[in-house]
Structure formats: structure tokens, C-alpha cells
């Protein structure tokens, strides 16, 4: 819950394909125009490849079907509109004789396209069967009677070298961008909860701090600390008290907004930090992750409470010292007798 969200990604995700589709029909429609021998697929299917581009664009922008059937659907189709195009010169003959037309350009799309809408496995796989499907073009030509014209033989075996390098090449990137984002996750989350670590926690808080200054809007951080979990680990072992933090950490996650982010500051202590956020929602956020915590036992009959502290951001307010208030007001709700919300906000 820390980085950018499902929700946000799903966003720019959709930002990205609704740029990508009417390119894409855009790209039909001029390659029908500008061609000088119009066959009898691009009569056919470049105009229909094109609105249905435009329509998915369309459902899309209203939102009237998912971002998921939306990927899908593109996939499928541009698949399938290079496929039986590849096909159809195969048997006519022209891949033979005259070479690839424009379109096969775009073939290799297909392969990013798969990875960015799809599982890794699930691309992998689609990719693969991509590349075999428009291998057996060849023989299908040749079953047909159909021999290579010696001009035209580099640029096809190109066209499959090049689509076999690209298959390598995103497929290996595609890996490497998984490890990479597990090696990132590892040094950024805390191994115990999976929540985000400390570290990360500064690195957002500073950026927020930023935004927060530069666009005015209010921002608050919440640091809590569960009530005498000394005793939880004495008396249950610490293997029930990892438990316990674990089950903390789903709690708490669960009771958050879409935009605050939930941190394992260190041991027993977390900080959540609330973008647009004043010092009375703060208090509101407080109170429910206090109920969160409160209404049911963690383990068996084991039941934990916390002590939360809240501030606001300030003009001029560094990581540490917005923190420090919050942990400071913290305190002073142990001081209270714990299981408490304390505010502070300026000065202080």
C-alpha cells in the first residue's frame, strides 16, 4: 500500500492504451490513403480494424466496460487482424513474390502489448504462439503452390529474425523489470508485515511535504504504538507476536483511505501518513484505526490497543520534524494512560 496504487496505475495504464488506439486506427486509415495497390484484405479489414479501434476507444473513454475486457480486446484483435493478414499474402501469393506489406511494421507491437496487459506467464505464452502461428504462413503459402521470388527471400527471413530478436529481447526485459521491481519491494517493505519500511516511508513523506507546500493543501501524519506489547511477546512467545504485527498491519490496512499509506516505523510502531488531510480528519482517521484495532481479538482471545499521536505539516516542516511531533504527541497519549489520541499541530 505504499508507491503509487492499483488505482493509480490502472489510471495511467488507461491513459496510456486510449493514446494508443486511435494511433493505431489513425495508422490504418492513412495506410489505406497513401497506398498506391490497394489488395483486397486492406479494403476489408484496415477500415474495420479501425473502427473497432474507435469504438473500443469510445467504451473506454465513457468507461462503459473495464480496463481489463478493453486490453483484451485489443490484443485480440490486432493478433488477429496481423495473423490473417500475414495469411492472406501467403496464399495470394505476395508474400512470396512482392515481400511484406506496411502493416507487418506493426507486428512486433504485439509482443510489448502482451507483457504490458498481460501476466508474464500469460504474455509469454500468447508471445510464443504469436511467433508460431506467423511462422506456418510459410507452408501455408507453400501448400498453395507458392515458391520465394529470390528478391524478396532477405526481407521475409529478416521480418522472422527480427520478430524472433524482439521476442528475446522483451522477454528477457520483462524479467529483468520483475526482478527488478522484487529487488526494489525487498528494500523498500518491511519483511515482517510487507508494509512499506521506514526508509520508504521518509522518502514519500519528503515528496508529500513537497507537494504539500507547493499546491497549499493540508497533510497530516499519524504515529502509533500498540499498548504494552512487551507483555504480548513474554507471555505468548515472540512467534505469536510476529503474528500479531502481521495481523496489526492488515488491520490497520484495511481501515485506511485509497491515498494514505501505512509504514512499520520500527518493533511495535507504525506511522500512516494522510495526503489532504487537516488535523480534525486526522483525528477522524485516528479514531476509526483505533476501533479497527479494538473490535475484535487479534489472536484467540488476544486483544491489543495504541496509543496515536497526530500532526499536521507545517511551513518549513522537515521529515523529521513533522515526525517528531507526531511521536511526541504519541507519547503524551501514553502518558494519558494509553489507548488515547493525542493531536499537535503547531508549535509544539
Given at each position: 500500500m505504499f508507491g503509487l496504487s492499483t488505482h493509480t496505475l490502472e489510471n495511467h495504464r488507461r491513459r496510456i492504451i486510449l493514446i494508443m488506439m486511435p494511433v493505431g486506427a489513425l495508422a490504418c486509415l492513412l495506410g489505406r490513403e497513401l497506398s498506391h495497390q490497394l489488395n483486397l484484405f486492406d479494403l476489408v479489414f484496415e477500415p474495420l480494424l479501425a473502427a473497432l479501434l474507435g469504438l473500443l476507444t469510445l467504451l473506454m473513454?465513457?468507461?462503459?466496460?473495464?480496463?481489463?475486457?478493453?486490453?483484451?480486446?485489443?490484443?485480440?484483435?490486432?493478433?488477429?487482424?496481423q495473423l490473417l493478414g500475414l495469411a492472406y499474402f501467403s496464399v495470394k501469393g505476395d508474400l512470396f513474390q512482392v515481400g511484406l506489406s506496411a502493416t507487418a511494421m506493426w507486428f512486433p507491437v504485439l509482443y510489448a502489448l502482451a507483457y504490458l496487459v498481460m501476466s508474464p506467464g500469460g504474455a509469454a505464452a500468447f508471445s510464443l504462439g504469436y511467433f508460431i502461428l506467423a511462422l506456418l504462413a510459410?507452408?501455408?503459402?507453400?501448400?498453395f503452390g507458392h515458391r520465394f521470388n529470390g528478391s524478396v527471400v532477405?526481407?521475409?527471413?529478416?521480418?522472422?529474425?527480427?520478430?524472433?530478436v524482439y521476442l528475446a529481447l522483451i522477454g528477457f526485459y520483462a524479467r529483468y523489470q520483475r526482478e527488478h521491481d522484487r529487488l526494489k519491494r525487498l528494500a523498500h517493505s518491511d519483511p515482517l508485515t510487507g508494509l512499506a519500511n521506514r526508509r520508504r516511508a521518509e522518502e514519500l513523506i519528503a515528496l508529500e511535504l513537497i507537494r504539500s507546500t507547493r499546491y497549499g493543501q493540508p497533510f497530516s501524519v499519524l504515529v502509533l504504538d500498540l499498548d504494552h506489547f512487551k507483555q504480548v511477546n513474554d507471555r505468548y512467545g515472540h512467534a505469536v507476536g510476529d503474528q500479531v504485527l502481521r495481523e496489526v498491519g492488515f488491520r490497520l490496512s484495511k481501515a485506511l483511505r485509497e491515498s494514505d499509506v501505512l509504514a512499520r516505523w520500527g518493533g511495535e510502531e507504525f506511522l500512516v501518513f494522510a495526503p489532504n488531510t487537516d488535523l480534525q480528519q486526522a483525528q477522524a482517521l485516528a479514531e476509526r484505526l483505533s476501533q479497527a484495532l479494538s473490535s475484535k481479538a487479534l489472536w484467540n482471545d488476544l486483544t491489543v490497543s495504541a496509543s496515536i499521536g497526530v500532526a499536521t505539516a507545517q511551513p518549513g516542516d522537515t521529515v523529521e520534524e513533522l515526525v517528531s511531533r507526531a511521536d511526541r504527541a504519541m507519547y503524551e497519549a501514553k502518558a494519558q494512560g494509553r489507548n488515547r489520541i493525542a493531536l499537535q499541530s503547531v508549535g509544539g
Open positions: 473513454g465513457f468507461r462503459w466496460v473495464s480496463l481489463r475486457f478493453v486490453e483484451a480486446g485489443l490484443v485480440c484483435i490486432v493478433a488477429l487482424y510459410l507452408p501455408l503459402g507453400w501448400a532477405n526481407s521475409v527471413v529478416q521480418f522472422y529474425l527480427v520478430n524472433l
